[in-house]
């Protein structure tokens, strides 16, 4: 994988970075993904299309990829797109990432938009890059550990204070992606999974990054009869427990309650184009799931 990722000259889709060897005339211009065709039958392999893995070339933003979803780059009308599929046995996450940005238009929360597609047979998600040639994306997790956290100190207050040291007030955006991980019962917001965009020749900060990367939510993979609105896996990042959690919002005047009440609608109106997440009362528990998760965000405002 190393040899992979130095053939590949580190070169991805979401930063400015990479690997020039010694003695190489090479330049940004002449490599970068961002500007330049990149061969795409590295994608094709991860996609189940046949392609001999010792012919693949590079290089290729798929190696700089993470995360357990099937996934690859593409050019699609001239545009950076990443294409995502879901899990069995439900195959949820694309829908869900639909569903999501659906949800974040009607709130007004500043996100990437999916769309549903499908790649060798698979359905899958596909959005645009939200990151250009002059820009980077800084994860939480590298902010988070840009300063020393004592015990005293809680992962909320420790990353808002990270951000206020690169004089970035994080808190709005944080109290948007609460409570929309809430409604959607997201249990995947590690602090891989949103982050700051930043200038990439001037390192000034832009501000956060738009919200991306909501498809494990909804119960996607739960069977019916365990979809209740406290059921499911532990929440992130900052505590555990979806109603806790919540308690950490500061201002739900952000919020738009009649958008808020329209957000159920939203998740039956996508998720009942998947005839196997839908089937079996799993449909009526995401949809009643989602509507207990409204109830609660409105009694609190």
């Not at 009308?77 to 869900?96: A, D, F, I, V, W």
């Not at 999501?100 to 890059?129: F, K, Q, W």
């Not at 494990?216 to 806790?244: H, M, Q, V, W, Y």
Request: charge should be negative; charged fraction near 25%.
């Amino acid at each position: 994988m190393k040899s992979l990722l130095t053939g590949s000259l580190g070169l991805s889709l979401s930063d400015q970075y990479w690997i020039r060897p010694i003695g190489s005339d090479l330049g940004w211009e002449d490599v970068n993904l961002f500007d330049n065709p990149f061969p795409e039958n590295l994608g094709d392999l991860l996609f189940g299309r046949g392609c001999d893995p010792c012919q693949v070339k590079l290089p290729s933003p798929d190696l700089t990829t993470d995360g357990v979803l099937r996934k690859r780059w593409k050019i699609i009308h001239r545009r950076r797109c990443l294409l995502k599929s879901g899990t069995e046995p439900y195959g949820q996450e694309p829908y869900n990432e639909v569903a999501a940005s659906m949800v974040m238009e009607s709130l007004g929360i500043p996100h990437v938009p999916y769309t549903l597609g499908c790649e060798n047979g698979r359905t899958c998600c596909i959005c645009e890059d939200f990151v250009d040639r002059d820009s980077d994306l800084v994860t939480a997790s590298r902010i988070y550990g840009s300063r020393t956290k004592d015990n005293r100190t809680s992962p909320y207050k420790h990353f808002v204070d990270a951000c206020l040291d690169l004089g970035v007030d994080i808190v709005p955006f944080l109290d948007r992606t609460i409570v929309l991980d809430f409604i959607l019962a997201n249990d995947d917001r590690h602090l891989n999974n949103f982050g700051l965009l930043r200038d990439a020749e001037s390192l000034d900060w832009i501000g956060p990054a738009p919200i991306y990367d909501t498809g494990s939510s909804l119960g996607c993979r739960l069977p019916a009869e365990r979809i209740r609105p406290e059921a499911g896996n532990p929440t992130k990042p900052f505590r555990r427990d979806p109603f806790r959690q919540m308690e950490l919002v500061t201002d739900l005047g952000l919020v738009d309650g009649d958008a808020l009440a329209r957000v159920p609608g939203i998740v039956r109106e996508v998720l009942s184009g998947n005839d196997i997440a839908s089937a079996n009362g799993r449909l009526e528990g995401i949809v009643g799931l989602v509507e207990d998760r409204v109830s609660h965000v409105m009694s609190m405002i």
